[in-house]
C-alpha cells in the first residue's frame, strides 16, 4: 500500500500542465509505469490524483455494490464523473483536464496535499480556507477521530 507525506504548494500554467515538485516526483517514480487517475473529490472543491494501483484497489470496492440498489448506482455515477487516465511525462509534467481545472476552481497557484494513498490538488486560496480550523477544534477533531475505539479495531483478535 502506498502512503503519501508531504505537501507541496506550485503551479500550473495556462495549459493546466503541473510540473511536479522533485520530493512528490520521486516518491511516485515506481508508479509512473501504471499510469495514474484524476477526477474530482468527493470531498471538497478539489481534486484527487491516484495511483493506477490504489485506484484498482477502489474500483474492487465498488464493483462489490450491488447494481440492483439505486442508491449504488447514483454513488457510483457521480463518483465515476469527469474520472481521466493520464500519465505523467518525462520531464515530470502532468496536464490537468481544462474541465476538472474548471471543477476545482484552480487559478495558478496551487497546493498538493498528501491524503494518505493519494494526492489531493488544491487552489492554493481554497485549501488555505479548507484548512483553517481553530487549534482547539481540531484537538477535538484528532481526539474523536483517532483517540476512540475505532483504530485498529478490524485489526484485533480476541486470543483467550
Not at 505537501?7 to 509512473?32: E, F, I, T
Not at 470531498?43 to 493506477?52: F, I, T, V, Y
Not at 518525462?90 to 494518505?116: C, D, H, M, Q, T
Not at 484537538?139 to 478490524?154: C, K, L, S, Y
Request: some cysteine.
Amino acid at each position: 500500500m502506498i502512503h503519501f507525506n508531504n505537501s507541496y504548494d506550485c503551479k500550473v500554467d495556462a495549459k493546466g500542465r503541473l510540473m511536479l515538485p522533485s520530493g512528490l516526483k520521486n516518491q511516485l517514480l515506481p508508479l509512473l509505469k501504471d499510469g495514474f487517475i484524476i477526477k474530482r473529490s468527493v470531498n471538497g472543491k478539489c481534486l484527487e490524483l491516484w495511483p493506477k494501483v490504489e485506484w484498482d484497489v477502489e474500483m474492487n470496492k465498488l464493483k462489490k455494490l450491488n447494481r440492483y440498489v439505486k442508491k449504488n448506482n447514483d454513488f457510483i455515477r457521480i463518483f465515476m464523473a469527469g474520472v481521466k487516465e493520464i500519465e505523467i511525462d518525462n520531464a515530470g509534467r502532468l496536464l490537468i483536464p481544462k474541465n476538472l481545472v474548471s471543477i476545482a476552481a484552480i487559478k495558478k497557484e496551487i497546493s498538493l496535499s498528501s491524503a494518505v494513498n493519494y494526492i489531493e490538488i488544491w487552489d492554493k486560496e481554497r485549501y488555505e480556507q479548507e484548512i483553517e480550523i481553530e487549534p482547539l477544534d481540531f484537538e477535538a477533531m484528532a481526539e474523536e477521530v483517532m483517540g476512540g475505539d475505532n483504530i485498529g479495531a478490524e485489526n484485533t483478535k480476541d486470543v483467550s
